[in-house]
């Protein structure tokens, strides 16, 4: 098994629990890890690895998100979603939709996000919800992420619903519960749908129930934006022993700092780092 799995994670069980189920119904042994967790409560698209594709999830994880979320307004959360103590924010007035489409454009772009207190952030050795759930007071450093469009689809006080398309590590509930600061009535995330995770998409994504590991594995090359280099068979040999090989000046090499080998069949064989006309493999999957 050497590949990844789309699943519509649904709402209620942990990431884990569902790495967990995969692992049952695949081959004793095999590896299997996420390629970016999911909350619990939300649900959508959960990348899963399997086999030697754990080693391809980080490329996964950097890839875009997409999210689309409900944020009710006029109350706040000790964890930033429905699952905390819920609060109302004691606000006397109800937002116009203008208002909220005056403070959305700020939240775009390249800008510094506090993550939730109830986070798996790492705060002196210690997860953050670890410290928050035993009462301990969590301060968090504000981090730059990246949020590339946020649409507002439906308002209707005190819930909207927005599509956000956004880059790694932004979490959509620090996002909600900032709208509702920016606004002076408060907010917290209180469903979220992930639509999207690089290329793998909703609409293909398969439910757990209807998950068939031989049927629905994708090949790893998917989870992958490098360029590709086409290996004949001397060059193959030459990549088992993991060595550093010239490239035939006649053969140019992809402008980037990391490239994808396949063979004549388009099957991952290993990424390399290339330089002028060498590569050397940093990550070989066969033998």
């Known amino acids: 098994m050497f590949g990844f799995l789309n699943i519509n994670k649904p709402a209620g069980p942990t990431s884990h629990d569902i790495v ?18 999911l909350d619990p ?4 698209v959960l990348v899963i690895c399997a086999g030697p594709a754990t080693r391809l999830a980080d490329y996964v994880q950097q890839g875009e998100k997409r999210y689309t979320a409900q944020v009710t ?7 930033d979603d429905g699952e905390g103590e819920i609060q109302p924010a004691g606000c006397e007035r109800q937002c116009s939709q203008n208002d909220i489409e005056k403070i959305l454009p700020q939240f775009v772009g390249d800008i510094r996000q506090t993550p939730p207190a109830h986070s798996a952030v790492h705060v002196q050795g210690r997860r953050a919800y670890q410290l928050a759930r035993a009462g301990e007071e969590v ?32 979490y959509i509930r620090a996002l909600a519960r900032d709208i509702g600061r ?17 290329p793998f998409t909703l609409d293909q994504a398969v439910r757990l129930d209807d998950i068939d590991p031989n049927q629905n594995l994708l090949p790893p090359t998917t989870g992958l934006t490098l360029p590709t280099l086409q290996l004949n068979e001397d060059q193959i040999a030459h990549l088992r022993h993991g060595r550093r090989m010239s490239i035939d000046e006649t053969t140019p090499l992809p402008q980037s700092p990391e490239i994808a080998l396949l063979d004549k069949e388009n099957q991952l064989l290993a990424i390399a780092r290339a330089e002028e006309q060498h590569i050397q493999p940093t990550k070989v999957f066969f033998h």
């Open 41 to 44: 409560f939300a649900d959508g």
């Open 139 to 170: 301060a968090l450093t504000p981090r730059t992420v990246t949020i590339h469009e946020i649409q507002l689809l439906h308002y209707d006080w005190p819930t909207l619903r927005i599509d956000v398309r956004c880059g790694s590590g932004t």
């Open 20 to 37: 967990a189920e995969i692992r049952r119904r695949l081959p004793r042994k095999t590896k299997v890890g996420h390629a970016g967790t």
């Open 182 to 198: 920016a606004l002076k009535v408060g907010g917290y995330c209180s469903s979220l749908t992930r639509t999207a995770v690089g």
């Open 73 to 79: 307004l006029g109350a706040v959360s000790t964890t």
